[in-house]
């Protein structure tokens, strides 16, 4: 069973997805960026024993923004995911978090530590805790630069070469000529968009975003930062084992990829039921 719910604040309406049992125990919010709600479809349904609560971060999908921005900022995306654990009424939750959701969910405990139980955060993008964070971030501008350049299909060739690149940005990539669309299965054709939460700059903040150790592990959330098994050597893996070392600990990993808990939803499968096994053991403690 699965309703939907709208929670209207005057910068934006927050469209929710409450799946399962209501009254399961502690609900289970799973957070993406700039993933919507139903990139986590197949993922929600390893636990049907549970409440589960996604969610379309603002501007994404069906959560229409009335602010007059476009950014995709984690502190403000915080408070939306603080509004609608309130709007459950459900006491403290479990989150995790994808990507950039794990960092808007590292903000919410920031800010809003008493909404969290345990979060994990997998494969938080932080480019600016990694040893190669100037190279990470020129790298991330020739992504940018080929979006603005050639559009959707130019951009996401550059983003699929930055993120399965292994180790740390060399000379060596930045040799690399530029991506071929076709290569990736993408089209060449420019649709003239330059929108992309992921491909262009609108998404800065997350990326850049410092986590705030010092209220991060004053905390009472159990902080869990996650990583595949398959992309540990990849930026995002890195980033995760990078934040990981700032908190004072030690990453755990996860089955498959940065998207591992995918199904079919994307066309990017990763191994959903293991990595929801995972996930329960993790969130049990």
């Not at 309703?3 to 799946?19: G, N, Q, R």
């Not at 609608?84 to 960092?103: K, M, Y």
């Not at 930055?162 to 930045?174: I, N, P, Q, V």
């Not at 990017?268 to 329960?280: I, N, S, T, V, W």
Request: no cysteine.
């Amino acid at each position: 069973m699965t309703t939907t719910h709208t929670l209207e604040t005057p910068e934006a309406d927050i469209v929710y997805d409450v799946h399962g049992p209501a009254s399961a125990g502690r609900p289970l919010v799973l957070v993406g960026q700039p993933m919507a709600a139903d990139g986590f479809g197949s993922l929600a349904s390893h636990f049907p024993d549970r409440t589960v609560v996604t969610y379309d971060p603002r501007g994404i999908g069906r959560s229409v923004r009335k602010d007059g921005r476009v950014d995709h900022v984690p502190d403000v995306q915080a408070g939306d995911i603080h509004a609608v654990i309130q709007a459950l009424g459900a006491g403290p939750v479990d989150v995790f978090g994808s990507s950039g959701g794990a960092v808007a969910s590292l903000a919410l405990v920031t800010a809003h530590p008493d909404d969290v139980v345990t979060l994990v955060a997998h494969e938080p993008p932080l480019t600016g805790v990694l040893p190669d964070a100037a190279a990470a971030e020129r790298a991330g501008q020739l992504m940018r630069d080929a979006y603005q350049a050639g559009g959707f299909g130019a951009g996401m060739a550059a983003f699929m070469t930055l993120a399965s690149w292994k180790g740390e940005f060399t000379d060596d990539f930045f040799a690399l000529p530029p991506a071929d669309p076709a290569q990736f299965g993408m089209p060449a054709e420019d649709d003239g968009r330059r929108d992309d939460p992921l491909l262009s700059d609108r998404s800065l903040a997350v990326t850049a975003y410092w986590p705030d150790v010092d209220a991060l592990t004053a905390a009472s959330t159990r902080i869990v930062i996650g990583v595949g098994e398959e992309s540990i050597e990849e930026m995002t893996g890195r980033a995760a084992l990078a934040t990981a070392a700032v908190l004072g600990r030690e990453a755990t990993v996860f089955p498959s990829h940065h998207g591992g808990f995918l199904g079919g939803e994307h066309g990017y499968a990763g191994q959903p039921e293991a990595f929801a096994a995972k996930l329960r053991e993790v969130l049990a403690g």
